[in-house]
């Protein structure tokens, strides 16, 4: 069966699952540990993305993020990469580190942001990592410590939390916590790592159940919510999936773009694909290379394949594309 695509729109918010492969470790020490977070940090710094949760556990990771004009597989290719290439070299190892893709979950935030904060915060103390409550607020790989006040992280979004919990900082974290608390005896929440509408009406059975008394909802192994918030999440990502697919329609192939991309620089369509160096070259590739993949769809692959580079280098480039455009407001050429 082919992988469905991942639903993705500005705003987002996603509970983002990493696993190793064959359920292997992924951190050894806390070495490995400060390098994940420290590629996290950067990530988030260039995608602009809210973290509202995460931990590490040795063999998996959570995070709960929200996404701005980037996607979010704009964080994940870069962070996951960087990290197995850094964890391969360090531990003398060889072959794939994480588990297929990584898994994402479209979540209504209405009904399931702190339900899904408490539920990450809490897995250091499911794994054992620490014994109680009392070690759990101050556990370094975690973002609860953060929101208890006991480590200061720049990267996660505190006040978006807190402010649900009381006016003050004191009663908020005093609330928060006591939330968290209450959340221990509830165990594993299989039903918050995915299933969308299909968890939360009792499986397919269930789902059967309420199309049978006349209510369409919709089920969706992406998404995290009820029949509503299902409906409206695959129509956004229709939406903008069908803008890219009406400019493949329209003839936008790669060739076409390259000419535009070219001209704008008073290059020949050649050049992008040459290697050269050359700084006006260097930036039309780049934008290039964000257009293709992010305004008409193309995969990675096609695109390296067409300029004749790597994949890794396709990412980048669109990473450095995006930051051409975003500094110069240049807008996508909807003449062709």
Request: net charge positive; hydrophobic share 40%; glycine share 10%.
């Amino acid at each position: 069966m082919p992988r469905q695509s991942r639903i993705d729109y500005p705003g987002a918010l996603h509970h983002v699952i990493i696993r190793g492969i064959n359920r292997a470790e992924i951190f050894r020490d806390n070495h490995d540990r400060a390098r994940f977070v420290t590629l996290l940090q950067k990530g988030i710094a260039k995608t602009d993305l809210d973290c509202y949760a995460w931990a590490l556990i040795p063999n998996h990771v959570h995070l709960l993020l929200r996404t701005s004009g980037n996607p979010l597989t704009q964080l994940m290719r870069g962070m996951l990469t960087g990290y197995a290439v850094y964890f391969n070299r360090r531990h003398q190892r060889t072959g794939y580190l994480f588990q297929n893709r990584y898994k994402s979950i479209l979540c209504d935030d209405e009904a399931y942001l702190l339900q899904l904060v408490r539920y990450i915060h809490l897995n250091p103390l499911r794994s054992g990592l620490v014994q109680d409550m009392r070690q759990l607020s101050v556990f370094p790989w975690s973002g609860h410590a953060v929101l208890m006040g006991k480590r200061d992280v720049p990267w996660q979004n505190v006040d978006a939390i807190l402010r649900r919990f009381g006016k003050t900082i004191l009663k908020a974290r005093r609330n928060y916590s006591l939330f968290v608390r209450r959340g221990v005896a509830e165990g594993q929440r299989s039903d918050l790592t995915g299933g969308g509408l299909i968890r939360s009406a009792g499986g397919w059975q269930g789902l059967q159940e309420l199309r049978k008394g006349g209510e369409r909802w919709r089920g969706d192994e992406r998404i995290l919510g009820d029949g509503d918030f299902v409906e409206k999440a695959l129509q956004i990502a229709q939406e903008n999936l069908s803008r890219k697919m009406s400019r493949k329609a329209a003839g936008w192939t790669l060739d076409i773009l390259s000419k535009k991309v070219s001209g704008s620089f008073q290059l020949v369509p050649g050049d992008l694909k040459n290697g050269k160096r050359d700084t006006a070259i260097s930036r039309a590739r780049a934008i290039f290379c964000r257009w293709a993949t992010f305004e008409l769809g193309y995969k990675l692959t096609e695109v390296a394949d067409y300029l004749n580079v790597t994949k890794e280098a396709v990412f980048y480039g669109s990473r450095r594309g995006e930051e051409i455009i975003q500094k110069k407001h240049i807008k996508f050429p909807e003449v062709i």
